[in-house]
């Protein structure tokens, strides 16, 4: 490997890996903090997620329309400033006697809606798209899928010790050491050189495909607003797991999913995009149908460890299908108008778990089931002929 792309590749690692380790500490503690330190209540938390959701999807559009006319690398250093930011935010509000305004606020730029998993964006997930084209960049002229593979199994590795971390910490020390550590690894972008596209703003060619993409991120949205947000809090409400306990749990079903991602080569390889998203997310949908049924702590933790493996391992695969599909140019505003689909249904999903979760708890985990079956229909209908498009153009180097 040439030395210029092993800087790069290692300048991006640091930026990625800071930022999963508090996200792992956020997705343990925020939970907590609402539910225990704040005594706000799962809709509470719910609606927070939502709100995240949208705003995430938002700013996600933003810095991928920015990453295509102003600049990769400029993009994603003011969209990395959001998360140490947030957090800094919510470490000093959970001491105000009427946290809450500042709360919505500090989820909103941190993105603490927690949907998706943490390799594939979950906290701080508007900076996803533009890492995601950056990925593609560095890679070029070698196919991304293994660059994915290893870049998100980092990135689970990374947010499971986030979340064992913060097993050691109380509730609001997990915010003041996730700014530090995110900061730091903003710090560490400066040296980055990136390619800079002269893309027309206004002009979007791949609208067909993009799409295609956009209505089954929908979907898959959909399903990772119903669940994946609710995954921990499930514990809390249903098993009375205490935090310490939980952390444990949390970093076992965290590097598990990293350890799945590192199969996303072989899995391209022998099953190709579609039957790989079929496979893998079909099985996981089926295991979490089970989960609100029998509640069985031994069985119900078998599944928190396998499904999120399962949910991810495709990830590297669906993003280098769409990149392979988008030219160049095209690719920030393709992964931020997929981002914007993904997280604006996820949103609306993540209210109404919300309150399902102090209802009928058993509502979502069927109605999971029943669009990520639907989903994976799409994914043959619309994908089960591969079509890729021509290179992108020129670029210049910032």
């Keep these: 490997m040439p030395a210029a792309k092993f800087k790069q590749l290692l300048t991006l690692g640091l930026f990625r890996t800071s930022r999963s380790l508090a996200a792992g500490m956020i997705m343990l503690g925020f939970p907590y903090l609402i539910l225990r330190h704040l005594h706000l209540g799962a809709l509470t938390l719910g609606l927070l997620y939502a709100t995240a959701g949208v705003a995430t999807a938002v700013l996600g559009l933003l810095f991928g329309y920015l990453a295509d006319s102003w600049g990769r690398k400029h993009s994603l250093v003011l969209v990395g400033a959001t998360l140490p930011l947030s957090t ?188 790989s998203i079929a496979l893998t997310r079909g099985l996981g949908a089926v295991l979490l149908l089970m989960l609100p049924f029998e509640h069985w702590l031994p069985l119900a933790l078998a599944i928190y460890f396998v499904t999120p493996g399962l949910r991810v391992m495709a990830i590297p695969v669906q993003q280098t299908a769409l990149s392979e599909r988008v030219e160049a140019h095209e690719l920030g505003r393709a992964l931020g108008l997929n981002q914007v689909a993904r997280l604006a249904a996820s949103s609306g999903a993540i209210a109404f778990t919300g309150a399902m979760f102090e209802t009928a708890l058993e509502v979502p985990f069927v109605v999971y089931f029943l669009i990520m079956s639907m989903n994976i229909y799409l994914y043959f209908r619309f994908f089960g002929e591969r079509k890729s498009i021509e290179a992108a153009p020129a670029a210049v180097n910032e």
């Excluded at 105000?96 to 949907?115: D, E, I, K, V």
């Excluded at 906290?123 to 890492?131: H, K, L, T």
């Excluded at 040296?191 to 067909?208: E, I, T, V």
């Excluded at 076992?252 to 350890?259: E, N, Q, V, Y």
């Design 88 to 275: 800094a935010l919510a470490w000093a509000s959970s001491g105000l006697a009427h946290p809450l305004p500042w709360l919505y606020l500090a989820s909103m730029l941190g993105g603490f809606s927690a949907t998706g998993s943490l390799m594939g964006g979950g906290v701080g997930g508007a900076a996803a798209p533009i890492q995601s084209a950056v990925i593609v960049d560095v890679a070029k002229p070698n196919n991304p899928t293994a660059y994915f593979s290893w870049f998100n199994f980092f990135s689970g590795v990374f947010a499971a010790v986030g979340a064992l971390l913060g097993r050691l910490l109380d509730v609001r020390q997990i915010f003041l050491a996730a700014t530090l550590i995110s900061l730091a690894g903003l710090i560490t972008l400066l040296p980055l050189r990136l390619p800079r596209y002269r893309a027309n703003p206004r002009r979007l060619q791949g609208r067909q495909v993009i799409g295609k993409f956009t209505l089954t991120g929908a979907l898959n949205g959909l399903t990772q607003g119903l669940i994946t947000p609710f995954l921990i809090p499930f514990f809390v409400l249903v098993f009375h797991i205490p935090k310490s306990h939980m952390a444990v749990y949390g970093f076992i079903s965290g590097s598990l999913g990293a350890l799945a991602l590192l199969a996303a080569p072989k899995l391209e390889a022998h099953f190709g995009f579609v039957k």
